[in-house]
Structures are given as C-alpha cells and as structure tokens.
C-alpha cells in the first residue's frame, strides 16, 4: 500500500517501525517528565542531564531519577532532618576509624546516644547504596538470569474447590527466566485469586556472591567504617534493593510471557478469521438449547434474514417429531443448501438430531464456533442490522453468517471477545488489543473485499478507510 511512499516495504515491517516509533515516544515523553521535574526540585546538574538525555533505556532513566523521586517519608529522610548526612559522608569516606567519638558530637534532643547516630547514618549508607546505578544493573542482571519464582499455597484456601485446579503450584519452584509463558500466567493468576503467594528470590549462593560484590565495590579498606558499611550493605540489600529488584524481575518476566501469549493468540485469531468461507448459499441456522429451545433462521445468499422460528426438540419439552417436521419444511421452503450449528450447549444432541432428518436433497451440516455471537447480538452493530429482532435471534444470524463468510462475521465483533486463548484476560489489555486489531486488518487486506457488499464494520478495516468514509460508502451505495 503507497508503495512509492514506504520504499517497497511489506507490512510486516512497517508494524515493526510503527511499534519501535511508539516505544521511542514514550521513552522521549517520560524523559521529558523526568527533566522538568528534577529542574523543579532545582537539582539538575549538567552532568545528570546529559545522561539523561543521552539515555534510551527506560529501567537506566527510572534509576537515574530515583534519587528525585517524590516518595513516603523514609528513615532515611529522618536521618537527614536530624543532621546526620555528613555523618554518613564521614563514614563513607572510610580514613577516619574513631566512628564513636565521632557520633558523639551528633547527639541532640532527637538523636538521644552514639549508637543511634550511627544507625541514622547508616540509613543514609543504605539508601544511597539502594540508588547506585552500577549496584542495580549487576543485581537486576543477576536476578534476570538466576531468579527462582516460589509458590506456597494459602492454608485457609487450600481446601476450596476452585483451588484444586492450582494443586500443582501449591508447592512450586523453579527458574524464572526459564517457566513458560502460560505456567507464569498460571502461577499468578491463582496468587490474584488468593490461592497461593509468590516469592521471587535467589539461591543462598547466589546472595552470598552479590553481598561480596558489593562489598567489593564499596568498602576499601579493612577498619571500623567498613564493618559499618557492612552493615548498611546489608540492610540495603534486604529492605531496599531485594524487593525493588525482584519486583521488576517478575515484571519483566511477565511481559515477556505477555508478549508471546499474545502472539499465540494473535495466531489463534488469524486461523479463525482466515478460515475457508463456505461462500454465498442459502443457510438455515440454529443457535442450540435445552429448554429454551433452538433459535432457527434462514438466510440468504448474502446473510439476509428471511425467516426465523424456535424448536424445543430436547428435553425437558421434547418435541422431536414437530421439530423435524418444522426443519424440513424451512430447508424445502427457502432452498437451503447448508445447515450452520453453533457449538455452545445442546450442540451434539442438535447435530444428532439434525442427521436423523431425511431431507429430500443433500443438505450439508457444518458446527461452527460460537464464541463471541452472544456479544454481537448485544452490540451496536447487531442493533442497526436486526433492531426489530431479539438478540437470540441475532445470535443464531451470527452462527449462520460465520460459515458463509467468517471474515466479514468475526469483524463485528471486539477481538477479545471470540475467545482467542486460555490466559487472555490475564496479558496486558492494552497490547492485547493492539495485536489483535493489528491481525484483523492484516487478514482483511490479505484477502480484500468486495466494495459492493462489505459491511461497515469490514470496510473499516481496509488500509485508508477509516469508520467515517466506511459509512460514507454504505450511505453512497444504498
């Protein structure tokens, strides 16, 4: 499409530009925030905004704010109110080893001894360890290779019976990096439902390397400061930097695993919108039910309603031989070539029932999938076509029109909504939707349609039509 414009590119890589250009805008707009708020709070220096300005990275520009960032009150904080920075800065620079006799010049009516100048200034160590950057990319690289996710089951839930569906994580543990996509969204889906608490941790070892990393890194020589700095090291690392840092493990862990259901999903929806069309024959089709019984409809060639009726062949009326009888005169009548059943509840038994019949010609009986129909009955674009006729009705249109055309059915209705995978209400909506409509009009272009009958909610999917032109061709044409 505009070929002469893209330099011959396919779409394929133009959603790929498109996607990188979205992803480019929102790290510009969030640096853009960072800048001006860090500028309110007069601190910008020109090194800082260089760096910031010269990052692409959005987890660097997250720690390179951190600093800045408008937050609860922390010990820290409180420290820094008493007067104890310079405290900390003493300690920090490591040549002076009487810290005691030193903290006693700190003492004020809020800071009562030594020992808890020393632990003020220790809180100030801790947070400023907690926002170096070095120290969080070594751990956040650690955590993202080594990781492991835990589950343990929730005592007072583990009896439920929606909980047994969840027994395998009731006791579960293993590598992060490496649980599949669908098992992550299991895990914390039943954690969401209450069933099970995770825990995203390291081995004993590999703690016990990041410690020394650190203590490598900050400490440099052996004296009474470094067995404080010791001690702020690992304080920071167990209040301050485990939880922010597992956290953003599991965050990434889940939008991966977000990104290749959604692709599953993307697939899923491409095979049921590409589906081979029946084409344009005359079908009866029946919305199946117990007892309220099984919607029927004729339609046309081109999906147009010219008959509808209800049949209760099931229980608890059966009324099989009247039902037969209804069918066959409705397959003579309207010169049906094709029966369409949807596959919700009763759909065997209707299949079933419908085989026994003997029609005077071939009748070819087809169950298609059902999913979504009752959404489309209930929607906008329902109501404009069948406004006089009750959403049943609608719905049983819907399970007729899919096998004549599956395409030009499934586009009126929100992709989520046909069911396109096990965890799709637990991915990132946003780019759920996003890749779904990205399919849905690669499929209508792939395949093309005809101008002269396509509905609006198709001719809307066509590169360079938006909804407004669509109902504008609609409105030319009748």
Not at 3 to 24: C, H, R, S
Not at 220 to 246: M, V
Not at 322 to 329: L, V
Not at 421 to 444: M, R
């Amino acid at each position: 499409y505009r070929k002469d414009q893209t330099g011959n590119l396919d779409e394929v890589l133009i959603e790929q530009i498109a996607k990188l250009n979205k992803q480019f805008y929102e790290i510009a707009k969030r640096k853009e925030t960072i800048l001006k708020s860090i500028e309110e709070q007069n601190a910008l220096l020109p090194e800082l905004k260089q760096k910031i300005e010269q990052s692409f990275d959005l987890q660097e520009l997250e720690d390179l704010y951190l600093p800045y960032k408008k937050r609860k009150k922390t010990r820290a904080d409180v420290a820094r109110e008493n007067g104890l920075e310079p405290l900390a800065k003493i300690i920090m620079a490591q040549k002076n080893d009487d810290l005691d006799y030193l903290a006693s010049k700190y003492i004020t009516d809020k800071v009562p001894n030594e020992d808890e100048a020393l632990q003020g200034a220790l809180d100030i160590i801790a947070e400023w360890i907690n926002e170096n950057i070095f120290i969080r990319k070594t751990l956040r690289r650690t955590f993202l290779r080594k990781a492991i996710i835990e589950t343990k089951v929730v005592k007072t839930k583990a009896e439920d019976e929606n909980a047994q569906k969840y027994s395998q994580y009731f006791e579960w543990s293993e590598n992060l990096a490496k649980a599949p996509s669908h098992r992550l969204l299991a895990m914390l889906r039943a954690e969401n439902e209450g069933f099970v608490k995770t825990k995203i941790t390291l081995t004993d070892e590999d703690k016990d390397e990041l410690l020394q990393f650190m203590d490598k890194t900050l400490i440099k020589n052996e004296g009474d400061s470094s067995y404080h700095i010791e001690k702020a090291i690992n304080d920071s690392y167990k209040r301050l930097l485990e939880p922010a840092i597992s956290n953003e493990a599991l965050q990434e862990a889940k939008t991966k695993a977000d990104i290749k259901a959604i692709t599953v999903f993307s697939e899923n929806l491409r095979q049921l919108l590409l589906a081979p069309p029946l084409g344009e024959k005359r079908i009866l089709a029946i919305d199946p039910g117990y007892k309220t019984g099984c919607k029927v409809v004729c339609l046309d060639e081109k999906g147009d309603l010219l008959y509808n009726e209800t049949i209760y062949p099931h229980t608890p009326q059966n009324e099989t031989a009247m039902a037969m009888k209804k069918i066959r005169s409705m397959v003579n009548a309207y010169n049906i070539k094709a029966i369409s059943i949807g596959n919700g509840t009763a759909s065997r038994e209707t299949e079933f029932f419908i085989k026994k019949i003997a029609f005077d010609k071939p009748v070819q009986v087809f169950v298609v999938s059902e999913a979504g129909a009752s959404v489309y009955s209930a929607s906008k674009i329902a109501r404009e076509e069948f406004g006089s006729y009750d959403v049943t009705v609608r719905g049983a249109v819907s399970i007729g029109r899919r096998l004549s055309d599956p395409l030009a059915e499934l586009v009126k209705i929100d992709a989520k909504s046909i069911g396109v995978g096990q965890y799709q209400h637990d991915v990132d909506q946003n780019k759920l939707k996003e890749e779904l409509d990205h399919t849905v009009i690669s499929c209508v272009n792939a395949v093309g349609i005809n101008i002269n009958t396509a509905s609006k909610s198709l001719l809307s999917y066509v590169s360079g039509i938006g909804e407004k032109m669509a109902e504008n061709i609609v409105a030319f044409r009748s």
